[in-house]
């Protein structure tokens, strides 16, 4: 299932004729990228703080943030509600891995 999601993102990027819809696109992506850094051992505690800023983005549904995140979303031309749920369905999924490979190909990385 999240294969499908991960080809409809990458179709909605790479068919945008708007540089601001693009650039908008890349904001939701990097803050997926955020959102499933791998943890490790002697993690800076800055690291897992902006960590944990990326998931509370996604999922927070009051305030400056949800609205932050409904705007950008709305920028992008994707319904802030797929994308929180593309969002959930990555973090708790066992493909955490594979959807950051993909997304750090889409955005040059």
């Known amino acids: 299932m999240l294969e ?15 540089p601001e819809r693009t650039l908008f696109l890349c904001v939701l992506l990097q803050a997926l990228l955020d959102a499933t850094k791998p943890t490790y051992d002697g993690e800076p505690s800055t690291s897992v703080i ?8 996604f999922f927070a549904s009051v ?14 031309g994707i319904d802030p509600s797929y994308m929180r749920e593309f969002a959930f369905k990555v973090l708790k999924s066992g493909e955490v891995e594979y959807v950051r490979k993909r997304i750090n190909a889409v955005l040059g990385h």
């Open 4 to 18: 499908k999601d991960i080809i409809t993102i990458e179709s909605e990027l790479i068919e945008s004729r708007s």
């Open 50 to 57: 902006e960590r944990d800023r990326a998931v509370a983005w």
């Open 63 to 76: 305030g400056v943030t949800a609205e932050d995140f409904t705007e950008v979303c709305d920028l992008a």
